[in-house]
Each structure stands twice: as structure tokens, then as C-alpha cells.
């Protein structure tokens, strides 16, 4: 009788010491770091978290460079793997194409890409896709005879590939937004051209190109009034797969594919097309 209930309260101790340690362990676990959705104002080179049920901004801070506010912006991606931010420029003064890697901590940018030979007018939208950079490409058309495509950096800033388009056996060239994000699966993309959604896989072979027609615009006499959507110039998923659109006038909304609509949330004051790079970051980047 001893020796059983010996063995009881050894059994009992054992239990207890496992789950003491579960507990602890449970206590140090890493939190868990949500991504929120950002857009940026190109002019002043603010990032703001916005609402996706209304558009709500709450401003986040600046990119720097140099002990400046980085201006010029045009996208921007977070990198898992390395922990950081990767930037790319519009084409015009003062950023000229460039292409920065930027540090999550201190949010100061370095650039990786100078664009010295102006190779590209910009790198409109950028992903990430096997431990590269891709990214929808214009390219400077005296250089080369199509004037967009896909582009492939090391995270050196090198180039490592190039694709362009092709739609039902001829040459395709998009412009007038080039927003990027996958599709249904890491080997599919969507981009934005003007008002359509372009579907192609990675070798730049486009299956289908989707016309968008804006839904539940307010009437607005400077925009023509009633369901009046400008060129897409961002594209980005949420989380929970949800693709969003912002175009070229601010108007912030979600888009269904499959009835091709851009459906409208609201629109971003001021309506200067300097809203750019609608991106999905981790939340503490800028904290």
C-alpha cells in the first residue's frame, strides 16, 4: 500500500512540474505580430495606417534618408525573411528610379539600386517572390523595344531577370498604374492598367485582362459625378485575401474580380494623386 501510494505522489509531482512548465513556456512565447494596411503620401513621405471599413488614416511616421523625410515613394514591401523594408522610387526628381532597402528598426533607407544608367522610369509595384524583389517594370523605351515588363532584383539591388508581356500571341505592354500583387497562387500575378486587372503568370503570359467599373461612388462634379474610377495605381490583399485598390484621385475601395467592380469606401484627402504604395506591413514596424 506504501509503495502505490509512493508511486501516486510521484506520479502527481511529475504532472505538476509539466505543467508549471507549460505555463512558462506559454508566458514566453513571442506575441504574435499582426500586418496592418499603409499608404503613403509621396509629397511629404508620411505613412499612415488606413481603416479598411472606412478609410480612416492614422498617421505612422517617415521612411529617412540622409536625417530626412524620404520623398518620392512608389511602393513598398516587407521582406520576412531578412526583416526588412524594401522601397522603390517614382521616376521623377528627387528619387529618380531608385531602389532602397530600408532598416525596420530605425526606418533609415539605403539605396540599393542608384538607377545611374536610367535603365527604368520606375518599378511601379513590387513583390516578393523567391527570396527576390519582382517587379512591374517601365522601362526607359529608348533602351528597349518594350516599354514594360516584369523584373527580377537580388536583394543586393542587382538585376537578376526580365520578362515582358505577351496576351494571345502578341506583344502586350501595360502602363497608367502597374500595382502588383499575387493572385491566386505565388505563381500568379495581378497588375493594374489603367482601369483593368491584368492576370499573368511569372513568364510576363497574360490569361485574361479584367475591366473594372467603379461601384457606390459618391456624385462629385470634379470627378465627372456618380461611379467614376481613375487609373488603379495600387493593388494589395489583406490578410484575409481581400483585394484593395487605390487610383489615381485618392478613392480607396475593394475589388471583386469576378464581377469586375472597384467597389468605393471613400476617397483619401487631398485628392493630388500623391497617394501611393498601398502596402501590408507588420504592425510594429513603426513603433
Same mark, same amino acid.
Given at each position: ?159 537578376? !531577370?526580365?520578362?515582358?508581356?505577351? #496576351?494571345?500571341? $502578341?506583344? %502586350? ?6 500595382? @502588383? +500583387?499575387? =493572385? ?53 490583399? !489583406?490578410?484575409?485575401?481581400?483585394? #484593395?485598390?487605390? $487610383?489615381? %484621385? ?6 471583386? @474580380? +469576378?464581377? =469586375? ?27
Amino acid at each position: 500500500m506504501k509503495t502505490v501510494l509512493l508511486k501516486f505522489l510521484g506520479i502527481t509531482l511529475l504532472l505538476t512540474a509539466f505543467l508549471a512548465c507549460s505555463s512558462d513556456d506559454d508566458n514566453d512565447s513571442i506575441p504574435e505580430i499582426n500586418d496592418i494596411m499603409v499608404v503613403y503620401d509621396r509629397s511629404t513621405g508620411v505613412f499612415s495606417a488606413i481603416n479598411k471599413a472606412d478609410g480612416a488614416l492614422t498617421v505612422l511616421g517617415s521612411i529617412t534618408m540622409n536625417g530626412e523625410a524620404l520623398t518620392g515613394l512608389r511602393d513598398v514591401v516587407y521582406n520576412p525573411s531578412n526583416s526588412t523594408i524594401y522601397a522603390t522610387s517614382n521616376a521623377n526628381s528627387p528619387s529618380e528610379g531608385k531602389i532602397y532597402s530600408v532598416n525596420p528598426t530605425t526606418l533609415v533607407a539605403t539605396v540599393l539600386n542608384d538607377n545611374a544608367n536610367n535603365d527604368w522610369y520606375a518599378l511601379p509595384g513590387i513583390e516578393m517572390s523567391n527570396g527576390k524583389l519582382l517587379g512591374t517594370v517601365y522601362w526607359d523605351e529608348y533602351n528597349y523595344e518594350e516599354y514594360s515588363g516584369l523584373i527580377w532584383l537580388n536583394l543586393d539591388g542587382t538585376v537578376f !531577370d526580365r520578362k515582358y508581356f505577351t #496576351y494571345e500571341g $502578341d506583344d %502586350y505592354n501595360i502602363c497608367c498604374g502597374m500595382g @502588383l +500583387e499575387f =493572385g491566386a497562387n505565388s505563381s500568379e500575378i495581378l497588375m493594374s492598367y489603367e482601369r483593368e486587372i491584368v492576370v499573368s503568370d511569372l513568364n510576363g503570359l497574360i490569361s485574361e485582362v479584367i475591366e473594372l467599373t467603379g461601384s457606390g461612388f459618391p456624385l462629385d462634379g470634379r470627378f465627372g459625378g456618380g461611379n467614376t474610377l481613375g487609373y488603379v495605381r495600387c493593388i494589395e490583399k !489583406d490578410a484575409s485575401g481581400i483585394l #484593395y485598390g487605390l $487610383d489615381e %484621385y485618392g478613392a480607396f475601395g475593394t475589388i471583386n @474580380l +469576378e464581377t =469586375g467592380t472597384f467597389n468605393y469606401i471613400t476617397r483619401l484627402l487631398p485628392d493630388n494623386g500623391d497617394w501611393l504604395a498601398l502596402s501590408k506591413i507588420p504592425e510594429n514596424v513603426f513603433q
